[in-house]
């Protein structure tokens, strides 16, 4: 197994759905998915947060993975986010996206009751051994509830072997320096919070996973650009300039914003599932503003 | 609609499965379902934390509620948890219990997304709006990662006709005093947190939702009498009598706890479902002691 | 060294202040004390959070300390805090209060720099070695900075001869349940928070150390009355009639809601010291109407 | 009123004590800041957290204030932090500083009593309107239980003349970014978070405040030198390699390590005040360890 070489920027695909919000809509998510790829994105990450992936059904869960794989068509790399509450369902997730062709898997430990460390271990390990693509391990206790410490997310990556990548969501940037340390730089890591996005290239994420690319991919690949170029000032000025839209779709939850934002520029994918709102009119425009800004 | 005379002890049921977590067990749902009843309690409350609601398929979910309803049959109150991630899943869980017999259903507003207040409002409207059964709402923070304050309950309670009861988990003594004060004495409020038990009757909550009547359901029914009978310090010391075990079984998580104390008292449930681990043999052992002092 | 019958209600005094606020008005500190004494309290503890006992140059609170030892005059225990930022400061403060006659000492671990758990005990060693008085262990992160657990209070309350009394002002029932457990019932626990005052002592709490008797002494007192009674159902009516009050102060802050509480009921007790701001008209006129009522 | 150029590597002064605590070494402090600017550093910082301001007496920091200002002697600028309890005593502190020759003063709301923004404001303004130096706003909730938005510390910015700088130690890197965006760019902002150095020159910070110098000064200045060189790549390196010494600093408390740090390298400046403790051998070798690495 050898894992594909995921840096850069990572876009998020939204899921479109039929006005009244019940059936999902793939001739858009194709759309979707090529605006995407043709902005120039390093990589694909569907069914993800922002995919709503927790609200679909296992069979819409099943549509949206193969149709996803499909559509993408190894064009770029795609990393399926196949978390599940139960260890039983994730494996069959991840075992499902790796027969749909996914290149990698991402694993949040999402739960329902607070798992114990070693819980969050032999979940990981049951994931890894079902299935021979890399893992990203993801972090992200806003959404999941559960935080992992880097030394737990560093045991983890050392005990499963296809775990060869880190997402560190919390915004909390010690956590990136402390996963460098005490890995020696040897663990990938991935920057989730947008609005840490100057930072985390700054202290040596190798990728940005972000949904904002479905709205301003020119900016996110100039500011990754800048960094590779190593352009510090550059960089700096990229990033404020796109800081307000980051705030503002991680403030306004990522469904409801990406889904405003797309409709605003001309591509219609429906609302996100109740109980989360589509944006308000005034907050469309005022998002809109920002797009064209 | 009336609601019902919900008060004092309410108890959780488990979800029994076969060995290998594959199946549910029916029978023994029955089995446990009996003990409780048999015990004393005034209200039982199926798919609950304790329940492993959460964890189940809704083909499972469907038949745990299904079955609960017609084998406690009427015995008690039978207060079914309808939460689910979308607003169009909560409702038919409290359409589907309603169908079944249901006397009331709680719902915990669950969410991935964190949602806004007017979202979690307009979630209770729709799911009142949907069965005549009262409904309790259900704050718990630790689990559904939603935290609603006091106020925010009240307009919940004010603006959804079948809301009519509230039960608080937070563990924070305050957010009861300000139902009481907020509602002028007019919400019936219930604790969820077990080692809170003492001074939210003290603060004048209406009932106890706890799974601990499944292992301990004499003392817990003790501590109630005594606060009706006005007897503080006969509440202390029976209080303090079941803390070490309330304590124990908050501690080490509901379902892992309940399950493990079961099977040490006869009654064989299965384990929980993975990532949840069964408790290890050494903290079965010392749950037993606590059960038999 | 005998400790002391310290239980019940704990009143803390004020230290006026000159109109422009930089001198003491001692006159005025007397009758402030004879009116706490009068109004029935078990015991009186100058020099606390609303003393501005930090706020005072030392030669400030050698004169309150001294002042107000003399002119309780034995008639109810007095206990002094000694607080300070350094342990020898700490120090000359206890022995300036045993050697004025107070009755006990109160010690809070205030801190610029956080302190380790050998830290703190130390601290309390060294300022136990050097009196003959009992000590109460103060907890009240929310001024201190520093939180120390029941395991930690424990430790001090074993390992330092004279600390005999522990007062918890977190506002967390379970860190009061924990001590029972811990000691088996021997540590005398007082409550520090006002609004859960119903409850801590439903927990066992020995005592209520509070500001509140400045403006409400009999309503105090009746809950602690009715506690000794047995009857909760009248500390619990008791409870809701002076919580609104207890809210206030609280969320106003002692030192400007007591003084403008005392004002507003006649006695002049002057303002606080800047930066901390007197309560506002509105605010004092809000709050005379919560006594009278 | 002009304010100095403040800028780069800002470095904190430890404060010498005798070898029993108790008198002020100031021919070692004489020492230690020959040494701090003999390194390079572009601004030094006397009497802030690291020198155990908080912990001396009005006497004593007179006096260090006064030997430091003389001692510098205008080589680099001074920056006096002058924080007090009271309203009246950091204006006195402000105006001696001002008299001994300090080129700006640095103030955080240190407080007992939790300060409301109005309160936070006038603390600034009286101090504000007290002295003809600029001042740098301080935000450190860790040591001064006061956290201050971004919203508020502008509005300090905007509401008092003098006040030109902030100090933000919060390690929030979203804070920053705040400042940024809100003032446009218009307010220089310092970070006081050793390990978010590296992120903080990323985000535009104008400065580092920081005891390391004492310890690391030359890798201090080559991290600011590859930022104002805009080579990130080797910012990173830099960074990384001092980065656990900054940790270890941080999590030891400042003046403990520092003060051990600097008699493992020949110069002995005595025990902090207790109870803040002495580094322990073990832990002072392994802080050598880091200097020599």
Redesign the interface.
């Given at each position: 197994m050898l894992t594909p070489d995921i840096h850069g920027i990572i876009g998020y695909t939204i899921t479109p759905f039929s006005t009244d919000?019940?059936q999902l809509d793939l001739d858009t998510l194709g759309h979707s998915i090529d605006r995407l790829i043709d902005s120039g994105i390093h990589a694909i990450a569907p069914l993800g947060?922002t995919g709503e992936g927790?609200?679909l059904s296992d069979y819409e869960w099943d549509q949206v993975c193969e149709f996803s794989t499909q559509h993408v068509a190894k064009r770029i790399p795609t990393i399926v986010s196949v978390s599940d509450?139960?260890?039983?369902k994730a494996i069959r997730r991840a075992r499902f996206a790796q027969d749909r062709g996914a290149d990698a898997v991402m694993v949040l430990?999402t739960?329902?009751?607070?798992?114990?460390e070693?819980?969050?271990l032999?979940?990981y390990q049951?994931i890894g051994g079902s299935i021979d693509l890399p893992i990203m391990v993801y972090n992200n206790p806003?959404?999941s509830?559960t935080d992992m410490s880097p030394e737990l997310i560093l045991r983890i990556f050392n005990a499963v072997e296809n775990v060869t990548m880190v997402k560190e969501s919390t915004?909390d940037?010690?956590r990136m320096?402390r996963l460098?340390?005490l890995s020696e730089g040897q663990v990938p890591f991935f920057n989730g919070c947008n609005?840490?996005a100057?930072?985390a290239f700054?202290?040596?994420a190798k990728g940005w996973c972000t949904a904002a690319p479905n709205l301003i991919a020119t900016l996110n690949l100039e500011l990754y650009a800048a960094?590779l170029a190593?352009?510090?000032?550059r960089?700096?000025v990229l990033f404020?300039r796109q800081?307000?839209l980051l705030d503002f779709i991680l403030k306004g939850?990522?469904?409801a914003t990406i889904k405003a934002g797309l409709r605003s520029t001309g591509l219609d994918v429906g609302n996100?599932?109740?109980?989360?709102?589509p944006l308000s009119d005034a907050a469309s425009k005022q998002l809109l503003a920002m797009i064209d800004a």
């Open positions: 919000g019940e947060s927790a609200y509450l139960t260890t039983a430990p739960s329902y009751w607070k798992l114990s070693a819980e969050i032999a979940h049951a806003a959404t509830g915004g940037i010690q320096h460098q340390q609005p840490m100057l930072e700054a202290a040596g960094i190593n352009d510090l000032e960089a700096r404020y800081l307000p939850g990522l469904p996100p599932r109740l109980p989360v709102s």
